[in-house]
């Protein structure tokens, strides 16, 4: 999924982005934002399932589950 977002404004370490055609507001860590960033830029936005890492994190609250029902048993 990619998205259009738009820099309305910079406020000290922190921007305000316009996102998508809605333009719902989001406020960011200017950190996180590409050097150079300014008001006006448009930037494109992508999104997409870390899958490895989604993977990985329910199998360790199944581990995390699992230690604690065998805990209970004894």
Known sequence: MK??????RIEENKAVLLIGEAEARSVWP????????????????SFRID???TR?????VE?????LLE???K
Not at 3 to 8: G, Q
């Open 71 to 73: 805990g209970n048993q």
């Open 63 to 67: 581990d995390l589950l699992r230690q």
């Open 30 to 45: 200017r950190e996180y934002l590409p050097q150079g960033v300014a008001e006006g830029d448009h930037l494109e936005v």
């Open 56 to 60: 990985s994190a329910k199998q360790e």
């Open 51 to 53: 899958q490895e890492a």
């Open 3 to 8: 998205l259009k977002v738009v820099i309305d």
